[in-house]
């Protein structure tokens, strides 16, 4: 885990007189160690979080002895011990106990299509010095981070996009697009496309070869795959199957020479991965958990945490200066925000970094994998309906009703049951009546989960609708603290597995039957058989609309606030007095959008933002 920051194909005085100032502002990515390469082609700088081989012999930059090659990289390569074992057997030596250096021999020895066999994430350049290119890569989901821009005639990447900025403050400049996709759809991150106008981002499961000059042309080396339709196998065989893929997905994930820890909800997700956990890591194991000046899910995980007779640590959240961390949290995350989970994740993460656990584990992605919404949920019963399953759909209906709360399950059915009419209505009526200037283009609202097939919106999903931005301000909040966040359910082995094989995730009247079977089997039966499905929530009312100053001065009276320059002040005026939930998800999103810009003005007034003139966490 670490930060990184390239210049390729640029003699330019001034940004490269920029660069070293620029990677300080990926301090906290890496805290552990600065590293820096250059020659008059390229120059290379890298952070580094030290997780595996702390020893300064795996720092970065890393050069290939025998190519030349200069790597720079950030993430994890789960599985490097078992791909250091083959390159070994083909004649490969090694100076590092690092998963660093087996990436670059890896490189070496099968080229781009090395990392079909990577089981992890990664966000990786590869300087070819003999032939002035440049190679990129990112992992197969897109957990780490990489961003890039043209300027100048140079090629600029980091693994933040305030690295970029503090290079080229001209970049500074916001996409007013991606603006008016996450007030009309709330999406983001869903594309190449970024919050600023001309800074794209490396899509996943995607490579390229950089050449002065020339385009990018970015190849896919992974694909989700289709459905194995005539599998015979029977469910007591897929239920093997998972929990050997999640077992081993876990152990993996637990290989690290600092401290392992894990976000502990209480939930079946965390706690299966708890459950999961070798019995041989769980002895000096940590979890945490987030609470709000009350018990919260406290109770939940305390009674996994005494389960698996690990230490837990409640980190409670509160009303105190919300303002200025969600100042720090839209820095951190070059974007506005969508969700206030972020808070609760954010001290957690502070938490871990203070008490020395500099890698947790987390649920992240299982939902989306096992029908963990309740638009999945309708989509099941419906598709029973469709297909003159009556019996089993009446049967399964009040459970998952229970589950998710009979209204937001009875919306959910009425909207996929008239889904054509629903399209109808969100294309017409959205949230676009809030953009003073709407795109030239229509804005394509891919938040419509309105298929049938459970497994086809949860692949949207998966792949487009609402894990990418998930990733996105869970890697950016982890690493503004220094932590990494490692996440059983991305195994690709484990996606792959079920959108291939489709297992019966929802069996009688619950959801996810295979994570439930799965605690059943690990002596978690209360887990198991709890129904009750609760997110991160936080109590976005009192934090942030409630006696709010900051609110009523720069945004409710504020003729000038950077805002309106995008938003109709009068029709935005409703949401930051939130009626429900719903309206103050809107509203957080009008707040987090001033914050961003607010931030983006100070890059205009100077050549470096004045949070990073001190550590910023």
């Not at 390159?87 to 660093?100: N, P």
């Not at 103050?584 to 890059?603: D, N």
Request: proline share 6%; hydrophobic share 40%; net charge neutral.
């Amino acid at each position: 885990m670490c930060g990184l920051l390239g210049l390729a194909f640029s003699r330019d005085p001034e940004l490269r007189r920029r660069l070293p100032a620029a990677l300080t502002t990926l301090t906290h990515r890496g805290p552990d160690g600065r590293g820096i390469w250059s020659d008059e082609h390229v120059w290379l700088g890298h952070r580094r979080l030290a997780i595996i081989d702390l020893n300064a012999r795996s720092d970065q930059p890393m050069v290939d002895e025998e190519t030349g090659n200069i790597l720079v990289y950030n993430g994890e390569i789960y599985n490097y011990r078992e791909l250091r074992t083959e390159l070994e057997a083909a004649g490969l030596k090694f100076r590092t106990s690092s998963d660093t250096e087996v990436l670059l021999k890896a490189y070496r020895h099968w080229g781009p299509s090395a990392f079909q066999r990577m089981n992890g994430m990664w966000a990786v350049a590869i300087w070819h010095p003999r032939e002035r290119r440049l190679f990129l890569c990112r992992d197969r989901f897109g957990v780490k981070p990489l961003y890039y821009s043209r300027l100048r005639g140079a090629f600029l990447f980091a693994s933040e996009p305030k690295a970029l900025l503090a290079t080229a403050p001209e970049l500074a400049e916001p996409n007013a697009d991606a603006i008016a996709r996450l007030i009309i759809s709330s999406e983001s991150f869903a594309s190449e496309d970024t919050y600023f106008r001309d800074i794209s981002s490396v899509p996943p499961a995607s490579w390229a070869f950089v050449d002065q000059g020339k385009p990018i042309e970015f190849q896919r080396y992974w694909h989700y795959p289709e459905h194995e339709i005539g599998n015979t196998s029977s469910i007591e065989e897929d239920q093997e199957e998972f929990e050997a893929l999640f077992q081993s997905a876990v152990k993996l994930r637990m290989r690290s020479d600092v401290p392992v820890g894990l976000t502990l909800s209480g939930g079946l997700d965390s706690t299966a991965i708890l459950a999961a956990t070798p019995a041989e890591n769980l002895e000096h194991f940590t979890a945490f958990n987030a609470t709000f000046g009350d018990s919260g899910e406290l109770d939940w995980a305390t009674g996994a945490a005494q389960r698996a007779d690990i230490s837990l640590i409640p980190v409670d959240s509160t009303a105190a200066n919300w303002l200025e961390r969600l100042r720090q949290i839209t820095w951190h995350m070059d974007a506005p925000g969508f969700s206030p989970p972020v808070f609760p994740l954010w001290n957690i993460m502070e938490r871990a970094r203070a008490e020395n656990v500099l890698v947790l584990l987390e649920g992240q992605g299982a939902d989306e994998l096992f029908g963990g919404y309740a638009q999945y949920a309708a989509a099941h019963v419906l598709q029973q309906v469709r297909t003159g399953k009556i019996g089993a759909a009446v049967a399964a209906a009040p459970g998952l009703s229970r589950t998710f709360g009979l209204p937001l399950f009875a919306k959910w059915m009425a909207r996929l049951a008239f889904s054509g009419h629903y399209k109808k209505w969100q294309q017409r009526a959205g949230r676009g009546s809030l953009l003073i200037n709407p795109p030239s283009e229509p804005v394509t609202v891919l938040k419509q989960n309105d298929r049938l097939d459970p497994y086809d919106a949860m692949r949207t999903d998966h792949a487009q609708c609402v894990l990418p931005s998930l990733l996105h301000y869970g890697d950016a909040i982890s690493m503004a603290h220094g932590v990494e966040s490692r996440l059983p359910f991305l195994d690709y082995r484990l996606v792959e597995w079920v959108f291939r094989r489709r297992p019966a995730i929802f069996g009688g009247g619950v959801t996810k039957a295979p994570v439930r079977k799965f605690l059943l089997k690990k002596g978690y039966r209360r887990h198991a058989e709890r129904r009750d499905k609760k997110g991160f929530t936080t109590p976005t009312h009192t934090w942030m609309f409630e006696n709010s100053k900051w609110i009523k001065d720069t945004l409710s009276n504020d003729p000038n606030a950077l805002l309106w320059d995008y938003i109709k002040r009068d029709e935005a005026q409703s949401l930051l007095r939130p009626r429900d939930y719903f309206s103050a998800s809107h509203g957080y999103k009008l707040i987090t959008i001033q914050l961003w810009l607010e931030g983006l003005s100070e890059w205009r007034r100077q050549s470096l933002p004045a949070m990073t003139k001190g550590e910023p966490c």
